[in-house]
């Protein structure tokens, strides 16, 4: 039997809402693909509340996390790279930096790039 579609979901996750790896987990999950989510911030509420908690990932924790998924064999086996929500501009390059070793090692990976729309919320 065939493994089912393997995908890494580099977005954000929020504790209520439904946006980033929030909203797509299931989704993907229930259509039958693997999906390997890999947080680029946590935060405790979708942006558009009056107030929100969290934020981005410290980048040598996310550094870690990347590590993880390359010790894993994650890239390799991967049939989908899906970004969204980055956070920060160091986790921005280590996300692209991620994704070009990723389709050098394996040219068969198509890259998604599911950009967000551009707000900050009014106490930030």
């Known amino acids: 039997m065939k493994a089912p579609p ?3 979901s580099i ?3 929020v504790v209520f809402g439904h946006v980033g790896n929030s909203a797509a987990l ?3 999950q229930a259509a039958g693909l693997e999906v390997a ?3 680029t911030v946590v935060f405790s509420n ?3 509340y009056p107030t929100l908690r969290g934020g981005a990932l410290p980048p040598e924790f996310f550094s870690d996390l990347l590590q993880g998924a390359r010790e894993r064999g994650l890239s390799e086996r ?3 790279i899906l970004t969204g929500y980055i956070g920060s501009l160091d986790v ?3 996300v692209a930096d991620f994704v070009a070793e990723a389709k050098a090692a394996n040219p ?3 890259y998604i790039c599911d950009p967000p729309p551009l707000r900050e919320p009014a106490d930030r």
Do not use: K, N
């Open 6 to 8: 393997f995908v890494i």
């Open 11 to 13: 977005q954000s996750q």
């Open 26 to 28: 299931f989704p993907m």
């Open 37 to 39: 989510a890999i947080p």
């Open 46 to 48: 979708t942006p558009d």
């Open 78 to 80: 991967a049939d989908y």
């Open 92 to 94: 921005a390059e280590m």
């Open 108 to 110: 068969r990976l198509c």
